[in-house]
């Protein structure tokens, strides 16, 4: 691929080093602009996790997952998920390390950690760099296919290994 990048380069009589230089300055730039959302982002999930905060979500969220038939080891993870990568990736191996990889929750969480996005961390970089300011409706959508996504992990796993 480095090669066919390079010819290609050649034939247009594009200067590819200093082409590559520019990039690397405007990522780093881009990078500089986004620092500060980034470790604030950081700063309040651990803050979050840290304040037994997100136990009493859990505990306050209790009667919909249980009417949901979601387990209560999922609802950190759910929660957690659109937030933080790090985060959610440290439950998912509490889960494994409590639940077993391949308990209805393990499989569960491993598909929704596959098939969701760190809705926040993604939103945050992409407004913060394009500077777009009217972000309620994607966040919105993006946390309804999130929790959609949830939700059909849980059928088709049930569907697919019969617990």
Do not use: W
């Not at 639940?99 to 993604?122: C, H």
């Amino acid at each position: 691929m480095v090669l066919l990048i390079l010819v290609s380069g050649v034939f247009r009589k594009v200067k590819c080093f200093d082409s590559f230089i520019s990039g690397a300055k405007e990522g780093a730039t881009t990078i500089v602009k986004l620092l500060p959302s980034l470790v604030g982002l950081i700063v309040a999930i651990s803050v979050f996790r840290a304040s037994g905060a997100l136990d009493i979500l859990v505990s306050f969220l209790h009667p919909v997952t249980s009417f949901l038939g979601l387990d209560d080891a999922l609802v950190p993870f759910l929660i957690m998920r659109p937030v933080s990568g790090s985060g959610s990736l440290a439950l998912l191996a509490d889960i494994f390390k409590t639940y077993g990889a391949d308990s209805k929750a393990g499989m569960i969480a491993s598909v929704m950690m596959g098939s969701t996005e760190t809705i926040l961390y993604t939103l945050t970089v992409y407004t913060q760099n394009t500077r777009i300011r009217k972000t309620p409706n994607v966040l919105t959508a993006a946390l309804i296919a999130s929790f959609a996504s949830a939700f059909y992990a849980g059928v088709f796993i049930s569907l697919l290994f019969g617990i």
